[in-house]
């Protein structure tokens, strides 16, 4: 039996979060360069969206670079840059045809102007795709995105447009970037380390963490499908007793 068919298909997690890890270990065990690994990797992200899409899960978000990331050489800079304007190039006619819409998340400021030319331009084309929402984290932290939502709501204050009462978790949670959509349910995280590395502090609060030893050029549907059927195993009780999530299932 496969993991996917000990998939529950009427209990799929919303959104599923992945940490794509191992990109230059993979590289450096075949005596290849790191740039070698993230090649490889754009296939592994291929195979990714294409089992989250064909399973049903409405949104998928992907960590690409983080704002840590900026501080990688140089040259590794440069070249996941061109990749990634490769990779947005060559996929956006699949994006359409697969009915899925790009989003992206992160400080696109940092970004060269023809990076975020075609981001903005794939985002536009694949707007209409109602299937799953590709969530693209792209210089992007966790505290970077917090300490912009506090300014936006301290600049609401000042300007009279909300009272300081009225400062909740929901304003928290609509000053983000990702006010539209619904917190994670499962993150993934390869390449066997057990950290978030700053990626959606505030969204995981409840998700559930599920960590593989592959690293990212090898994970494939299987691995994805996997942790979906393990993900289904698992006891949400969000602070509740096990007797209470019993009663009311
Ligand atoms: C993940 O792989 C890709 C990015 C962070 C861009 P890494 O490049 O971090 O690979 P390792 O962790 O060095 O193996
Ligand atoms: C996290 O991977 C960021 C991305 C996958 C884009 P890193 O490889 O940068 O994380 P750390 O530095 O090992 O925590
Ligand atoms: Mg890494």
Known sequence: MTFKDQ???????????????????????????????????????????????????????????????????????????????????????????????????????????????????TMKITSEGTRMTLVVALSYSSRWEISEACRRIAVAVKEGRLNLEEINEQTMSDSLTTSHIPDPELMIRTSGEKRISNFLLWQLAYTELYFTEKLWPDFGKEDFYKAVADFQKRERRYGKTSEQIAENS
Request: aromatic share 6%.
């Open 7 to 121: 998939i529950d298909m009427s209990r799929l997690p919303g959104h599923v979060a992945v940490i794509m890890d191992g990109n230059g270990r993979w590289a450096h065990k075949r005596g290849r360069e790191r740039i070698f690994g993230h090649h490889q990797g754009v296939k592994a992200v291929r195979k990714t969206v294409e089992a989250a899409a064909e399973l049903g899960i409405k949104f998928l978000t992907l960590y690409a670079f983080s704002t840590e990331n900026w501080n990688r050489p140089d040259e590794e800079v440069s070249a996941l840059m061109d990749l990634m304007v490769d990779s947005i190039n060559n996929e956006t006619h699949t994006l359409v045809e697969k009915q899925i819409s790009l989003m992206v998340i992160g400080d696109l400021s940092r970004l060269s102007e023809n990076v975020r030319n075609r981001l903005f331009e």
